[in-house]
Structures are given as structure tokens and as C-alpha cells.
């Protein structure tokens, strides 16, 4: 029959060997080390024995693999926290503007630019060297060299008709003056548009005019803010808002009056000449009209100084809108020009 061992002096299990060399730095597993075995009659022992060794060596398993990540388990300090994500950053950022978002386009964005006026121009220089001639060559023949016999206030009325006719030409030759050809938005610098720097609150118009003079100039541009400029009107005609029903009535009306005016011409080809003569006088002497009365136009004060917009056939952005939403309006041309003025 086997007898107990007193005392163990050695185990040779791979689980004891590996705690014995956690929990003892200086001991280690290299075949130099000394290995103490222990004596066979252990496994002839009865169970409660080698239970007892084996629940012990969990133990100190256990307990080594705590220290081991105590030891490797760094101190914990107060960091401080990550880097906010994209979403977070884009909602502190301000929402841009209307005039920003027009800015950030890598080209000028045309706000106004007036129809081709050359018909206006030709009729309003025209009729001023017309009238200018006229009272030129009436007063240097009647009334500076009026011929022998001829009663004094001959002279001194046609002295007057001179003036009336250079008063008339001066008022042709002056209606081109201060009319707007072209309002532009000028974008932000390329470092800007890139996110470098920070977008500015404010943009920067280009404003192309005609000269004061009553004869042709090249245009000059100014650059000014948007808050210098002040308009009388509106430029965006409202629509009138149609009913369905209406919309309809009405597209069916268009169409049906096209489709007349197209038979009606292939019907009438003999006559075409004249018709195309008869608009085309109609938009010359409507041109002359507008030389006369100045019609067609509304006034727009910058700075200050009264200039005109043409708002026949012109063009708009977004029908008008955009302009009307970066300037100022105000009904009243006094006040107007008020506002208009730099503080």
C-alpha cells in the first residue's frame, strides 16, 4: 500500500511552473533554472489530495493573470476630448447669406445687364446733332448774319428758336447719361472660396454706367456695397397667381393664337416685306419716344447720385429678385437719395 509523503518539494505541472515565474521575477523558466520535482507517490494518493493541489495552482493562476494586467494596464489620466465630428462643426457654423451664396461662385453673377440698345443710342444722339445743327446754322444765317433791310426783331425771334432747338438736342443728347449697362456680384478670392479664411459678412457690387456728358464715352464701373444702393421699384413683377382651371383657359388661348398668326403668315406671303417694315419702324420711332419722354426707365440712386435702369427687355436675375434682395427700396426718390448717401 503506498504511504503519503510528508512534504512536497517540487511540482512539475506546466501551470505551477508558469505562476511560480509570474510571482517570482527573479525565477524564471530557462533550462538553467533549478526544477524540483516532486515524488511519484503524490499520484498514488487519494483524490481529496491532488484536488486540493490542483485548486490551488487555479488560484494562483488567477491571481497572476490580475497583477499581470495591473501591471500593464496604463494610469488613467484626464484626456482631453476628441475632436468634434464634421456634423457637429457644421451646425456652429452660420448659415450663409443669400448674397454669400452668390459669392462663393467662382465667376461674377450678373445681377442686371440692359437689352442692346443701339436703336436708342442712334435715335437719342441723332436727333441731338439734328437739333444742335439746326440751331447752329438758324442763328449764324439769321440772327448773327441777318441781311440789310430786315427789321431788328427779326433776328431776336429766330435768335429764340435757336435756343428752343439747342435746348432740345441738349435734352436728346442727355438721355443716355447715367444709365446703368451692368450691376455684378464679384465673388470672394480663391482662398476664401477654399475655406482658408473666413467668409466676410459682406460682398461687393460692380456698378457699369454711362457718363455725364451729352456725347458717347466708354462706360465706367465703380465697385460699391449694397446697402449704397436704393431703389424706387421694384424690378420683380409679381405674376398674377391663375387657378387651374384659368392656366389652362389661358394655354389654350396662346396656342390657338399662334397657330392663327402662323397660317395667317403663310397665307400672306406677298405682304410679309411690309409687315416686318411696319415693326421695325414701330420699334424705331418707339425708340425716338422714349428719347423723348424718357420712358422705360426708373430711377435707382447710388451713393447718393440718380442713374437709371432700363426695364424694357432687360435682363434680371431671377426676374429681379436677387437685386431686390440686396438693396434697399424705398418709395420715396428723396429719401432715396438720403439713404443712398455714405455715412
Aim: hydrophobic share 40%.
Amino acid at each position: 500500500m503506498a504511504s503519503l509523503v510528508p512534504q512536497c518539494r517540487g511540482f512539475t505541472h506546466p501551470l505551477v511552473l508558469l505562476v511560480r515565474s509570474t510571482l517570482r521575477p527573479g525565477r524564471s523558466l530557462e533550462p538553467s533554472a533549478r526544477i524540483t520535482t516532486c515524488s511519484p507517490s503524490l499520484f498514488l494518493t487519494g483524490p481529496s489530495r491532488s484536488q486540493r493541489c490542483l485548486s490551488l495552482s487555479r488560484v494562483l493562476f488567477k491571481a497572476a493573470n490580475t497583477a499581470d494586467t495591473k501591471k500593464k494596464t496604463p494610469p488613467t489620466t484626464n484626456k482631453p476630448p476628441a475632436a468634434d465630428s464634421l456634423a457637429s462643426r457644421m451646425k456652429r457654423i452660420p448659415p450663409l447669406s443669400y448674397a454669400q451664396q452668390l459669392a462663393l461662385r467662382a465667376t461674377p453673377t450678373i445681377l442686371y445687364e440692359t437689352a442692346p440698345q443701339t436703336g436708342f443710342l442712334f435715335s437719342s444722339y441723332g436727333a441731338a446733332f439734328f437739333c444742335m445743327g439746326s440751331a447752329a446754322i438758324n442763328s449764324w444765317l439769321n440772327v448773327f448774319n441777318l441781311p440789310p433791310g430786315i427789321s431788328p426783331w427779326v433776328s431776336t425771334g429766330f435768335g429764340v428758336i435757336s435756343f428752343l432747338f439747342a435746348t432740345l438736342g441738349t435734352i436728346f443728347a442727355l438721355r443716355p447719361s447715367y444709365m446703368i449697362h451692368s450691376i455684378k456680384l464679384l465673388p470672394f478670392s480663391s482662398s476664401q472660396r477654399q475655406g482658408v479664411g473666413p467668409l466676410p459678412s459682406g460682398v461687393t457690387l460692380e456698378v457699369a454706367a454711362r457718363h455725364p456728358a451729352p456725347f458717347p464715352l466708354p462706360l465706367k464701373r465703380f465697385q460699391v456695397k449694397p446697402e449704397q444702393i436704393v431703389l424706387v421699384t421694384r424690378l420683380l413683377n409679381r405674376p398674377v397667381v391663375l387657378s387651374e382651371q384659368q392656366r389652362i383657359a389661358k394655354q389654350q388661348e396662346d396656342t390657338r393664337r399662334r397657330k392663327e398668326a402662323r397660317e395667317y403668315e403663310l397665307n400672306h406671303l406677298m405682304t410679309a416685306p411690309f409687315r416686318d417694315a411696319g415693326r421695325a419702324s414701330s420699334t424705331l420711332f418707339g425708340n425716338i419716344r422714349r428719347g423723348l419722354t424718357g420712358e422705360g426707365f426708373s430711377p435707382i440712386f447710388i451713393n447718393g447720385v440718380q442713374y437709371k435702369l432700363d426695364s424694357n427687355g432687360s435682363y434680371a436675375h431671377e426676374g429681379g429678385l436677387a437685386l431686390d434682395r440686396l438693396v434697399k427700396i424705398e418709395p420715396d426718390p428723396e429719401l432715396a437719395r438720403s439713404r443712398s448717401k455714405i455715412e
